[in-house]
């Protein structure tokens, strides 16, 4: 009996521990199936990921308008809504499409938002008519709303969404592409020089910077140490400011770092942040933007540094205050995956360091530093040397007399 009793306990416990590994499978099964998988395959709007996005949420926050669904809804934006119903109304207006073929489009198209419809007029319709529309189409004080930024912003909606709805020989891309150009020429490179695919106006900005030609390989590595752009100074680096409207083309040369000229200024920390947190989501093998801010953020260690890349006429600082400067790009790949680095960067760096640790340049940089750093420094040395050779013509002549 005590044995029939011990085998039932034992058939038991397997029948149990099967129900429980059966139960598990099932758990397991309605979970795998709970997750939403992207709308899209080609998805191109990421949320930040909450390790970089706590740094400074204000930078990736609208404070004006919002495009999309992350922030329909929130209250500080509401001001703009009215606007945006105005834009639609003039659009509507002046379009020989009615609204149920814009509608149909939007339904249509590639991007489809599954939303529940709880207001009369579906957010998603209202955003993708008001993308439609034109900032020039209204005037006065309506028009003042907006930024320039936010002008470009509609501008590049609204001509990909025409482009489709109301086909012409145009290329609606090229067309944005210069109007963006003409508001940020200073800053990147020309239109033409532009052959990619456009994802969202966020990329738009990332392809601005990227290099005309061909973009440089990768290596499973990341940039461990480079000197800052003192100390590189004081090693004997001449910077020189480069030709090149594309701030990544980095060079070193016979001793010369030639680094393209780049402005600072109060939105280029949300530009910077935008751009290479999408690069992360989105281009996670074609960090080049980030690979140049992992060398800045080398370059720059201090206020110093600063003042250094300002001296040179590399960086326009308009934000006046160096240390400010310092801290924000210090602070801009804190959390940021810092692998695959671009190639290019890698040999940069390692030539870089090895000229900086060279003691001939160190002792050269010293030399030309110590005598030939200012006009009386330069009257000093060659009085000195000119005393040194009278006393030596005077002390041979003395010799020649005893003769």
């Avoid at 204000?58 to 669904?69: C, E, L």
């Avoid at 290329?171 to 490179?189: A, D």
């Avoid at 973009?215 to 030709?243: D, I, M, W």
């Avoid at 290019?344 to 900086?356: A, D, M, P, S, W």
């Amino acid at each position: 009996m005590p044995l029939m009793k011990e085998m039932e306990l034992q058939e038991n416990g397997s029948i149990k521990s099967e129900n429980e590994h059966k139960s598990l499978i099932i758990d397991i099964e309605a979970m795998v199936e709970s997750v939403e998988l992207p709308l899209v395959s080609h998805c191109c709007i990421y949320k930040v990921p909450q390790k970089i996005r706590k740094l400074n949420e204000q930078v990736y926050t609208p404070s004006i308008v919002s495009i999309g669904p992350f922030h329909n809804g929130d209250k500080r934006l509401e001001s703009m809504e009215d606007l945006k119903l105005r834009y639609v109304k003039s659009f509507l207006e002046r379009t020989p499409k009615g609204l149920q073929d814009c509608i149909e489009y939007i339904k249509k198209s590639d991007v489809v938002i599954q939303r529940p419809f709880n207001k009369a007029l579906p957010w998603f319709v209202l955003e993708d008519l008001f993308n439609l529309t034109e900032p020039s189409c209204l005037s006065g004080e309506d028009h003042d709303q907006v930024s320039s930024f936010i002008d470009v912003a509609f501008h590049y909606f609204r001509v990909n969404f025409l482009q489709s709805i109301f086909p012409s020989g145009a290329n609606n891309t090229m067309f944005t592409l210069h109007y963006f150009h003409e508001h940020y020429k200073q800053y990147i490179m020309k239109p033409d020089e532009v052959s990619m695919q456009l994802q969202n106006l966020t990329d738009l900005l990332r392809i601005f910077y990227l290099p005309p030609d061909r973009l440089p390989r990768r290596r499973k590595e990341t940039v461990k140490h480079l000197y800052n752009a003192s100390q590189l100074v004081e090693a004997g680096v001449k910077l020189h400011v480069g030709e090149d409207k594309s701030i990544l083309e980095l060079q070193f040369t016979k001793g010369v770092f030639t680094i393209p000229r780049f402005e600072v200024c109060h939105w280029t920390e949300i530009l910077i942040r935008n751009v290479v947190a999408f690069v992360q989501c989105h281009y996670p093998f074609q960090t080049y933007i980030r690979d140049y801010i992992i060398l800045l953020d080398f370059l720059i260690d201090t206020s110093l540094d600063v003042d250094t890349l300002v001296d040179k006429g590399i960086m326009v600082n308009t934000l006046g205050d160096s240390s400010a400067v310092a801290n924000m790009v210090n602070n801009l790949c804190i959390n940021v995956v810092q692998e695959n680095i671009n190639s290019g960067y890698i040999r940069l760096c390692e030539k870089l360091n090895g000229f900086y640790e060279d003691p001939f340049h160190k002792y050269k940089a010293s030399f030309i530093h110590d005598y030939f750093s200012s006009p009386w420094k330069i009257t000093s040395f060659v009085a000195a040397i000119l005393l040194l050779l009278l006393t030596l013509i005077q002390a041979i002549c003395s010799v020649i007399s005893l003769f």
